[in-house]
């Protein structure tokens, strides 16, 4: 096998590994979530955050987690993680959680630059496939061409 056909299932089970694992903080309202949402409440001043925003964003790791393993859905589920990820590096970066949260020597945030990489990667070894979505959404599916 190419490491082109191994490598988008090791780098979707990265991702879903990173996302499920962390469902159980999300969902059961664990301080550690609690805090990172409730930090980006009080500063943003948007009160959705907690418990709707942590509850939002838990259902759409868990959507890009099933979404990875659905050979036709793949691109979709990585280019979801990235837009997660993207907004997660973000707040790390230029919100008062910051790198360091709750003294967990930065592993949050660089499990959300693995992931954010990680889609990446998939979406870059996916560029047939993508080109396909794309000629079919601007022409119509081609003869024998099946997606």
Do not use: N
């Amino acid at each position: 096998m190419k490491i082109g056909t191994i490598l988008p299932w090791v780098l979707s089970a990265y991702i879903a590994v990173v996302f499920v694992q962390s469902l159980f903080f999300k969902f059961t309202g664990a301080p550690e979530s609690i805090y990172i949402f409730s930090t980006l409440r009080d500063w943003s001043g948007i009160a959705l955050f907690e418990p709707a925003g942590r509850w939002i964003i838990g259902l759409s790791e868990l959507t890009a987690s099933i979404l990875l393993f659905i050979p036709r859905g793949r691109i979709f589920g990585a280019a979801l993680a990235i837009a997660i990820m993207t907004g997660a590096i973000f707040f790390h970066l230029f919100s008062p959680i910051g790198v360091v949260i709750l003294g967990d020597g930065g592993e949050l945030f660089t499990l959300a630059c693995g992931v954010w990489v990680s889609g990446w990667v998939i979406l870059a070894l996916s560029q047939d496939e993508i080109r396909a979505l794309i000629a079919t959404i601007h022409h119509g599916p081609k003869p024998g061409l099946a997606l």
